[in-house]
């Protein structure tokens, strides 16, 4: 729906639905239990993260700058992730470009070109041996790379996950067996990278899902997902259920990410604005905007401490956030077209963003 | 119409388009999607698989490229259809349908029940082995234009949403304002990273000295392995020392599990039963070498589980591993020798000081006195002047 018009996608699976419900009966229940949850949060709402911020220190003047300049692909880089070892990045691009980066030095480490154009997820594996990479093939491909430069990596590509619309983003689990995918399908899913078996699916968006990130807690059992149809899902892993969701904003949802403890996430939509969702206490917390800031956010993260958070936006720009105060700290210049995706390092030294306009900016 | 089973239509798929079986497979699954093959067993769910069951070619009347849109009169004669035949043969989901359906098109439903009963007839009147593949074709062409919804799903959700726990503002917002206030001075956009960030200083000492495998980790990086178990764990240079400890206190066997249990959720498929015998073997067992002591209800739940291993069968011991640790070893480890002695070695290395120089204009200054002094010295002297400066003064 957000790239290419499709058939109404099937179901991949159904669930038990009890006999001689009317479709009436249940949306008044639907909107009874509704207002009540709404009444159950509000209950112990006691207090908003700005008052909380009061006794907190302000930040200082920030001089962020663009620290390297990555250029290479031939057409808008969609997606970018970084290695665990904090210098080297994979990026995708529209033309089916997907280029390995030592980001330090700004060499070119390796090249593939996919038999896809738009490849709008990519991710670098844990151990850093693997890239795996996917867009309007509807599938995720795993990439192993290689020491030997002449070594063309097209040939040891293996497919494994696979989707009835697009992949719109993907992600190694805690090692390089396992991956997670979202695709344009209305779908998650959780794939064992050896044999390409699907693990289990997720189903609960009612359009195409764009985003998705896993949690960074302890039983690392959680992803959170957003989508076209303005919600954010918490999913568990090992059952395939939903177990939280929170709709507040006004369009669609383009990235997720977690707050570095784990217990809550923000958001960046269509709608300019990004979000600050509390797990624990179920809501919405804060919200990131200006009137001066219509453009949507295309991506965002933390940084390693989880007071700053950085925004890529539609209109060239990346604005950073205090996250408990609501107030927007900077505003970066640099890129000439849209900012795609937006990445902090693994140590937190630096942010990646990726543009429209060709390039990667490494930002310190 | 003749039945293929998946295998030999996916055979056929990579021979006939020279691919491999994966891409045939991801090919046929897409034929099933959209509606071209349908399957007969599990009609539901619109998959190829690789193996015996059963597929059939869908008749190109109901094929997507006639671009015939299935709007809603066309499905409200179909389910009306249906409940001619025989009442009650309708799906939950479908019965929704067809009530709503019935109340927005109630303006012409004489028509929609008129043409149902046109087709039922001209069914009728078909040879059985006929009505029935047309029956598979319709049944396969509605399930992929009008797939079944779950209606209940969403309030079963918030059924389970109110029920679910949920903390006050104040202590869940408070906890996410200490996370930042413990980890402000290890945030290299906050505070200054030593001896300096290398994408500001194109020098990568922070990451040589903070490698996988240095023998003496920097402060700052002792420090934050106090932070919580999970940052030690995750730093593969703290859990060496963490397992240093443990090894002087003889009781490894709990992270050893641990670390056991985690290769086994995020392993391959294909190694979880072989990985599952050992561990068992290993830690479970009763007279293992490496015993974890953990309460009978979970041994006993643990062990049952795992005569059919799967990815999470080690959840509930493995959770109750880490919470001993957590709350137990972890700050005995904290108030140790082994981390006081780490604390005491760990390095503190000195800010870079790449300074930018000497500015210009003070250069220009030194410069410019020097040129008056190297002037002033060899001027040409005047001996008139001198004489009487030594005159006056004496």
Not at chain 1, 208 to 224: H, I, K, Q, R, Y
Not at chain 2, 250 to 258: D, K
Not at chain 2, 378 to 394: E, F, H, L, Q
């Amino acid at each position: 729906r957000k790239y290419m018009r499709s058939p109404p996608t099937p179901e991949m699976a159904t669930q038990e639905v009890p006999l001689n419900e009317t479709l009436a009966h249940l949306k008044t229940e639907s909107e009874t239990l509704k207002s009540k949850l709404e009444e159950e949060r509000a209950k112990l709402h006691d207090v908003e993260l700005h008052q909380v911020a009061e006794k907190v220190e302000g930040l200082g003047q920030f001089v962020m700058k663009t620290r390297r300049t990555l250029k290479g692909h031939g057409n808008k880089v969609l997606c970018m992730d970084w290695c665990k070892d904090k210098r080297r990045i994979v990026s995708s691009s529209q033309d089916g470009k997907v280029i390995v980066w030592d980001a330090f030095t700004t060499n070119k480490e390796h090249a593939v070109t996919m038999p896809c154009t738009w490849v709008m997820a990519c991710a670098y594996a844990p151990s850093g041996c693997a890239v795996a990479c996917g867009g309007l093939d509807n599938k995720c491909s795993v990439y192993p790379l290689s020491l030997d430069k002449n070594e063309n990596l097209a040939a040891k590509k293996k497919s494994v996950a696979m989707h009835t619309n697009y992949l719109s983003a993907c992600s190694f689990t805690n090692s390089d067996m396992q991956i997670l995918t979202s695709s344009g399908d209305g779908t998650c899913a959780l794939w064992d990278v050896e044999s390409g078996q699907l693990l289990q699916s997720f189903h609960g968006h009612a359009a195409d899902v764009l985003c998705l990130d896993l949690a960074p807690s302890e039983t690392g059992n959680t992803f959170v997902s957003g989508g076209c149809d303005k919600k954010a899902n918490v999913w568990d892993m090992r059952s395939g259920q939903c177990i939280q969701s929170f709709e507040t904003h006004e369009s669609d949802i383009n990235s997720v990410r977690y707050y570095p403890s784990g217990d809550a996430f923000a958001s960046g939509s269509d709608d300019a604005t990004c979000r600050l969702y509390d797990l624990r206490a179920d809501r919405e917390v804060a919200i990131y905007s200006k009137d001066s800031i219509i453009f949507g956010v295309s991506s965002v993260d933390f940084s390693l401490s989880g007071r700053l958070l950085f925004g890529g936006y539609n209109d060239y720009t990346i604005n950073v956030w205090d996250v408990l105060k609501g107030t927007r700290v900077s505003i970066l210049f640099g890129h000439e077209n849209r900012v795609s995706t937006l990445r902090v390092s693994p140590d937190g030294t630096a942010f990646c963003t990726g543009s429209w306009d060709h390039t990667l900016r490494i930002w310190a | 119409m003749c039945l293929h089973t998946g295998n030999d239509t996916i055979a056929w798929i990579s021979n006939k388009m020279k691919t491999t079986t994966e891409e045939a497979q991801a090919f046929g699954t897409m034929l099933v999607a959209y509606g071209y093959i349908y399957p007969l067993q599990n009609h539901k769910k619109l998959v190829m698989c690789n193996d015996s069951s059963l597929y059939r070619f869908q008749t190109p009347y109901f094929w997507p490229t006639q671009k015939w849109v299935p709007d809603d009169s066309d499905y409200a004669i179909y389910l009306a259809k249906r409940n001619i035949r025989k009442k009650g043969v309708l799906e939950p989901y479908e019965q929704a349908h067809y009530n709503h359906l019935h109340e927005w098109l109630n303006h012409k439903w004489d028509f929609i029940v008129m043409q149902a009963a046109e087709q039922y007839k001209a069914g009728k009147e078909r040879k059985k082995p006929d009505r029935v593949v047309f029956d598979c074709q319709e049944r396969a062409y509605w399930m992929v234009n009008r797939p079944p919804v779950s209606l209940s799903n969403s309030n079963m959700f918030y059924q389970q949403a109110i029920m679910r726990s949920k903390v006050k503002s104040s202590v869940s917002l408070g906890a996410l304002v200490k996370y930042i206030t413990t980890y402000k001075n290890h945030d290299p956009f906050l505070a200054s990273c030593l001896p300096s960030n290398p994408w500001q200083t194109d020098h990568d000492a922070y990451w040589t000295l903070n490698m996988r495998r240095v023998e003496v980790p920097t402060k700052m990086r002792v420090e934050r392995w106090s932070f919580s178990l999970f940052e030690l764990l995750s730093d593969l240079r703290g859990r060496d020392d963490f397992k240093i400890f443990l090894k002087k206190e003889f009781s490894g066997e709990n992270l050893a599990f641990w670390e056991a249990a985690e290769e086994l959720k995020w392993g391959t498929s294909s190694s979880m039963s072989t990985k599952a015998e050992t561990i068992f073997k290993t830690f479970l067992a009763p007279g293992a070498p490496r015993w974890i002591n953990i309460d009978g209800r979970t041994m006993g739940l643990t062990v049952k589980g795992l005569e059919h291993p799967h990815r999470y069968v080690l959840e509930a011991a493995q959770t109750h591993v880490f919470l001993l640790m957590k709350k137990d070893t972890f700050f005995r480890y904290l108030k140790s020798p082994t981390y006081k002695d780490i604390q005491k070695k760990a390095l503190n290395p000195e800010p870079h000081n790449f300074s930018p120089g000497i500015h210009p204009i003070i250069l220009w200054q030194q410069e410019e006195e020097e040129k008056a002094k190297a002037a002033a010295a060899s001027a040409p002297v005047d001996v008139k002047a001198m004489m009487s400066k030594i005159d006056r003064k004496k």
